[in-house]
């Protein structure tokens, strides 16, 4: 996979990963943003020939372009411009600012995420982050 996701990316990967308690914490919920994989506030773009494969809906507000799919694969629902994706910016807003208050488990600025596995935690970026590879989500047994 390739630079997949928008200015969110920070964002979501801190957010997704909150399902799972932090240090005895209650988890955090999610709302209408539960069932995306991806949300972007104007664009997500797949690059490189290959494409990169979203098991999971893909939500954009109040933006519309999903570029590069094909080659890349959705195997969910993308809701783009609409009330749905609307709601889960809105939730997705909510749960940053909860996170943004917590202290940062790593910061992982200047990395290439592909070929990491990152356990629950809140993850920082100072700065762009690659992602040219897998990144595993690893939600340690809780889902």
Same mark, same amino acid.
Do not use: C, H, W
């Given at each position: 996979?390739?630079?997949?996701?928008?200015?969110? $990316?920070?964002?979501? /990967?801190? /957010? @997704? $990963?909150?399902?799972?308690?932090?240090?005895?914490?209650?988890?955090?919920? $999610? %709302?209408?943003?539960?069932?995306?994989?991806?949300?972007?506030g104007?664009?997500?773009?797949?690059?490189? @020939? /290959?494409? @990169?494969?979203?098991?999971? +809906?893909i939500?954009?507000?109040?933006?519309?372009?999903?570029?590069?799919?094909?080659? %890349?694969?959705?195997?969910?629902?993308?809701d783009?411009?609409n009330?749905?994706?609307?709601?889960?910016? %809105?939730?997705?807003?909510?749960?940053?600012?909860?996170?943004?208050?917590k202290?940062?488990?790593?910061?992982?600025? +200047?990395?290439?995420?592909?070929?990491? @596995?990152?356990?629950?935690?809140?993850?920082?970026?100072?700065?762009?982050?690659?992602? +040219?590879?897998?990144?595993?989500?690893?939600?340690?047994?809780?889902?």
């Amino acid at each position: 996979m390739r630079s997949l996701i928008s200015t969110l $990316f920070s964002a979501l /990967v801190a /957010v @997704t $990963f909150l399902l799972s308690s932090i240090s005895g914490e209650a988890p955090l919920d $999610f %709302g209408l943003a539960a069932p995306y994989a991806i949300l972007a506030g104007s664009t997500v773009t797949s690059s490189g @020939t /290959v494409g @990169t494969v979203v098991n999971g +809906n893909i939500g954009i507000f109040p933006g519309t372009a999903l570029v590069g799919f094909p080659p %890349g694969v959705l195997n969910g629902a993308l809701d783009s411009a609409n009330g749905a994706s609307g709601g889960a910016q %809105g939730a997705l807003t909510t749960a940053y600012d909860a996170l943004a208050g917590k202290a940062a488990t790593a910061t992982l600025s +200047n990395q290439d995420l592909g070929g990491m @596995t990152l356990l629950p935690g809140v993850y920082k970026f100072d700065a762009a982050a690659a992602m +040219n590879g897998m990144l595993t989500l690893d939600a340690a047994g809780n889902s």
